[in-house]
């Protein structure tokens, strides 16, 4: 019963040691975090797999230029061998009248090798120029998938430090308030405040406790989240190793020098109009004559007997042939093909005009919004730095007996509005930046 007892009391334990073992601790920075999406998130892996996809496509593109061998290998049984028709004079019947004659045994077998290889075929040769091209169109869709990773990950990251930034602040707020309740408590107890005074820093100090209950919350989503986006298993524990400064975004530097070839999705656009190049090239080669060689070697064998294991004869067939297959008229098929792949060239090159004034536009509108971020930064800093005064000096004058609890609450209430509004600044003077480096390309 003892030992019985004892196994079962050491499974959960067991449990515990194992779900320790299982669960990682990962400490990264923010370019750490980067590196650990860039292979383990399932956006990025899938559009690796599109790439891996193209590879295997263009070499199917490159087997139709090399050698097809193929064999085969037939049996008929002629259950009624077919009958031929022949003068009736060559067998010494009347002239005029047919003779019903059966040529052939009952049972054939053949055996051969067949090699079919194309000596020129347009549309095969601008194939196998386009693999590079369609390769490097995926290759960069997977950076467009990098980059939007990359950004998202810079936000959130961000908003991480900003709001452990907010809880250390929150922290601060509440010792504050204790020590302030803790005062208030002992003057009502010596007669130089009243229970109301008690009972208002009690309530502002139960608020500051809630808020940063929210705060927290709020935080363990945004791991969560940030996890996910990553790739990363929820279980797994995350501590962000960087630190965030006000300096650190106040340096930011805006540059109106950029070019339209540092976004991706300028670069994918070019060469998806290269892709539409070769395809108006590869339907105009339609109208070229192609050439095949076949070549084919057999073996075959006629009995009559059903007799696999009597020794029979074998009659080797072998020939070359080429095949030349010219276009003469498709109803116009050809034609339409390449109108159809010169339209959509042409809403290619219209996309690509397009962007251009869509990248103006977001770099432009990314360098405003990081200029009023920065100006918006700077006054809830000062606001922020001011309310922090303001409730440092109420507070002495109530402690000294020169002020009221009212002007205390007033100013702490202040104060966290402050607090709020200087951190909700300096995320969105981030998110300004990242966009902006967005917007030209060099994220």
Same mark, same amino acid.
């Given at each position: 019963?003892?030992?019985?007892?004892?196994?079962?009391?050491?499974?959960?334990?067991?449990?515990?040691? %194992?779900?320790?073992?299982? #669960?990682?601790?990962?400490?990264?920075?923010?370019?750490?975090?980067?590196?650990?999406?860039?292979?383990?998130?399932?956006?990025?892996?899938?559009?690796?797999?599109?790439? $891996?996809? $193209?590879?295997?496509?263009?070499?199917?593109?490159?087997?139709?230029?090399?050698?097809?061998?193929?064999?085969?290998?037939?049996?008929?049984?002629?259950?009624?061998?077919?009958?031929?028709?022949?003068?009736?004079?060559?067998?010494?019947?009347?002239?005029?009248? %047919?003779?019903?004659?059966?040529?052939?045994?009952?049972?054939?077998?053949?055996?051969?090798?067949?090699?079919?290889?194309?000596?020129? =075929?347009?549309?095969? %040769?601008?194939?196998?120029?386009?693999?590079?091209?369609?390769?490097?169109?995926?290759?960069?869709?997977?950076?467009?998938?990098?980059?939007?990773?990359?950004?998202?990950?810079?936000?959130?990251?961000? #908003?991480?430090?900003?709001?452990?930034?907010?809880?250390?602040?929150?922290?601060?707020?509440? /010792?504050?308030? $204790?020590?302030?309740?803790?005062?208030?408590?002992? !003057?009502?107890?010596?007669?130089?405040?009243?229970?109301?005074?008690?009972?208002?820093?009690?309530?502002?100090?139960?608020?500051?406790?809630?808020?940063?209950?929210?705060?927290?919350?709020?935080? /363990?989503?945004?791991?969560?989240?940030?996890?996910?986006?990553?790739? !990363?298993?929820?279980?797994?524990?995350?501590?962000?190793?960087?630190?965030?400064?006000?300096?650190?975004?106040?340096?930011?530097?805006?540059?109106?020098?950029?070019?339209?070839?540092?976004?991706r999705d300028y670069q994918l656009l070019q060469i998806n109009r290269q892709l539409?190049? %070769?395809?108006?090239?590869?339907?105009?080669?339609?109208?070229?004559?192609?050439?095949?060689?076949?070549?084919?070697?057999?073996?075959?064998?006629?009995?009559?007997?059903?007799?696999?294991?009597?020794? !029979?004869?074998?009659?080797?067939?072998?020939?070359?042939?080429?095949?030349?297959?010219?276009?003469?008229?498709?109803?116009?098929?050809?034609?339409?093909?390449?109108?159809?792949?010169?339209?959509?060239?042409?809403?290619?090159?219209?996309?690509?005009?397009?962007?251009?004034?869509?990248?103006?536009?977001?770099?432009?509108?990314?360098?405003?919004?990081?200029?009023?971020?920065?100006?918006?930064?700077?006054?809830?800093?000062?606001? !922020? =730095?001011?309310? $922090?005064?303001?409730?440092?000096?109420t507070r002495k004058k109530y402690e000294q007996g020169l002020g009221s609890n009212?002007?205390?609450?007033?100013?702490?209430?202040?104060?966290?509005?402050?607090?709020?509004?200087?951190?909700?600044?300096?995320?969105?003077?981030?998110?300004?930046?990242?966009?902006?480096?967005?917007?030209?390309?060099?994220?």
């Amino acid at each position: 019963m003892n030992n019985t007892l004892s196994r079962l009391l050491g499974i959960p334990l067991l449990l515990v040691v %194992f779900n320790l073992r299982a #669960q990682q601790v990962h400490d990264l920075s923010l370019a750490q975090s980067i590196d650990y999406a860039s292979k383990n998130s399932v956006l990025v892996k899938n559009s690796l797999l599109d790439y $891996q996809l $193209q590879v295997q496509s263009n070499r199917a593109t490159t087997s139709q230029a090399l050698p097809q061998v193929s064999g085969n290998l037939g049996w008929t049984d002629y259950i009624q061998i077919p009958t031929t028709l022949i003068p009736s004079e060559f067998t010494g019947g009347q002239p005029g009248t %047919f003779t019903p004659l059966k040529f052939g045994t009952q049972y054939n077998t053949t055996a051969g090798v067949t090699l079919t290889q194309i000596l020129f =075929d347009g549309q095969v %040769f601008v194939g196998l120029q386009a693999r590079q091209a369609s390769l490097d169109f995926y290759r960069k869709r997977t950076e467009i998938t990098e980059q939007m990773v990359r950004a998202n990950i810079n936000k959130i990251y961000y #908003q991480l430090l900003v709001g452990k930034w907010q809880i250390d602040q929150v922290d601060a707020n509440i /010792s504050s308030q $204790q020590e302030l309740l803790h005062n208030s408590t002992e !003057m009502f107890k010596n007669g130089f405040a009243e229970q109301l005074d008690v009972d208002k820093a009690t309530v502002q100090l139960a608020n500051l406790e809630s808020e940063k209950i929210q705060v927290e919350y709020q935080l /363990s989503n945004g791991y969560l989240g940030l996890k996910v986006l990553m790739g !990363m298993p929820v279980k797994d524990s995350l501590h962000l190793s960087d630190t965030l400064t006000y300096d650190m975004v106040r340096d930011a530097a805006l540059n109106d020098d950029y070019k339209y070839t540092d976004r991706r999705d300028y670069q994918l656009l070019q060469i998806n109009r290269q892709l539409n190049e %070769f395809d108006i090239k590869r339907y105009k080669k339609e109208y070229i004559p192609t050439v095949k060689l076949n070549v084919n070697y057999s073996q075959n064998q006629y009995t009559s007997d059903f007799n696999w294991g009597q020794k !029979m004869s074998w009659f080797p067939t072998t020939y070359v042939g080429l095949a030349i297959n010219v276009p003469i008229f498709d109803g116009f098929y050809k034609d339409a093909n390449i109108k159809q792949a010169k339209l959509r060239l042409q809403q290619t090159s219209n996309s690509i005009d397009s962007l251009k004034n869509r990248i103006d536009n977001d770099v432009k509108e990314s360098q405003i919004r990081f200029t009023a971020a920065l100006a918006t930064l700077d006054y809830q800093k000062k606001n !922020m =730095d001011l309310s $922090q005064r303001v409730y440092t000096q109420t507070r002495k004058k109530y402690e000294q007996g020169l002020g009221s609890n009212l002007e205390v609450t007033t100013a702490l209430n202040d104060q966290r509005t402050a607090q709020a509004n200087y951190f909700n600044a300096l995320y969105n003077a981030i998110a300004a930046r990242v966009d902006y480096l967005n917007a030209i390309g060099k994220l």
